[in-house]
């Protein structure tokens, strides 16, 4: 059912706490976790701890779910003194998702060229 731990998904073993993480910032519905293949000194993931496989999944089933997201993104960048950041959704296999648990990329710490690869 949409929103329920999925038994095998990385990102829930996250929330649950049973794979560890470095964790920035948490509320009652969000993690924010530091990647662990960082693409710029700061990237930061920042989930729901509800399971929905990608962002237009959330923003279909929670749509204030998903704009808790996006708030977080800017308190994130707040809290590493980002001046100007990239959030990004990758969203399908196609382009580059990896774990289907959904999650906003917050980039930020150096030039990022537009457009994107
Ligand atoms: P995607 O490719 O799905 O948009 O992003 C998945 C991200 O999760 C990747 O940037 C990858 O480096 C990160 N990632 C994969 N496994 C782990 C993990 O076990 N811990 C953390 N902190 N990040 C992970
Ligand atoms: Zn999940």
Redesign the pocket.
């Given at each position: 059912m949409a929103g329920e731990p999925q038994d095998d998904c990385?990102f829930c073993k996250?929330v649950a706490g049973h794979?560890p993480?470095?964790i920035v910032r948490e509320t009652e519905t969000t993690v924010a976790?530091?990647?662990?293949?960082p693409?710029a000194p700061t990237?930061v993931?920042i989930i729901p701890r509800a399971h929905h496989k990608d962002a237009a999944a959330l923003a279909v089933a929670d749509p204030a779910l998903a704009a808790d997201l996006l708030r977080e993104a800017q308190a994130v960048a707040d809290e590493e003194k980002l001046d100007s950041y990239r959030v990004?959704f990758?969203t399908g296999a196609g382009a580059?998702?990896?774990?289907?648990h959904t999650?906003a990329?917050v980039l930020g710490g150096r030039g990022l060229e537009w457009p994107p690869g």
């Open positions: 990385l996250i794979v993480a470095t976790f530091r990647d662990i293949n693409q990237h993931l990004v990758n580059g998702q990896t774990v289907f999650h990329h």
